[in-house]
């Protein structure tokens, strides 16, 4: 008796699509893009934010330097979009705002000093991941569709994210996170 075949039934977690669904590929590298170009247009107005928070000099510049950076991924951005033939508008980014509302209330949770300067390394770093797994996302798809200008564009971006990060945890290390650790210490000391 030769076995029968069965049609997978539907998970009870399939979503259905909302009105005007992504129907490939092309459509995701879209969604993905429009994503990107608001995740760093927030994050140019809430870098300055963190900036007046840090305390440790050498965060400061890194900040101001990733400040610097993200305006040129925007722009970056543009360009993307122009090539493309994609339209450059920016939708909101649940998870950019997420990471950032959480770095608000860590700031207003901490003093002014290392352990703060902790917090916002630590938030940084989570947007940096986030840009970095978009990035990298988007510049697939974007080499897959053929679309090779935007693929260096996008490469370039994901090579600076990544630096930037290491660049972030080179600090933590150095002297932040012991800074902070010490902090800890000395409060406890003192309870």
């Given amino acids: 008796m030769a076995p029968t075949t069965r049609k997978p039934e539907a998970s009870k977690e399939t979503m259905k699509a909302k009105a005007n669904p992504s129907h490939g590929l092309r459509d995701l590298f879209e969604v993905g893009l429009k994503d990107i170009y608001y995740a760093e247009k927030v994050l140019s107005i809430n870098l300055p934010k963190m900036m007046e928070n840090a305390s440790d000099p050498e965060l400061k510049t890194t900040l101001k330097n990733h400040l610097k950076e993200t305006h040129e991924h925007v722009s970056r951005l543009e360009k993307i979009f122009e090539t493309t033939g994609i339209e450059a508008k920016a939708q909101k980014c649940d998870a ?3 990471i950032l509302k959480e770095n608000a209330n860590m700031i207003k949770k901490t003093d ?10 630590a938030s940084e770093q989570k947007m940096k991941h986030y840009e970095i797994a978009t990035y990298g996302t988007l510049h697939a798809f974007a080499k897959t569709l053929g679309e090779n200008k935007a693929a260096t564009l996008l490469a370039k971006t994901l ?3 990544k630096k930037a990060d290491a660049k972030l945890t080179d600090i933590a290390l150095s002297s932040i996170n012991k800074n902070a650790f010490r902090a800890d210490a000395i409060t406890n000391i003192r309870a």
């Fill in 112 to 121: 002014h000093g290392m352990v703060r300067d902790a917090s916002i390394i």
């Fill in 159 to 161: 090579d600076e994210e």
């Fill in 96 to 98: 950019m705002e997420g």
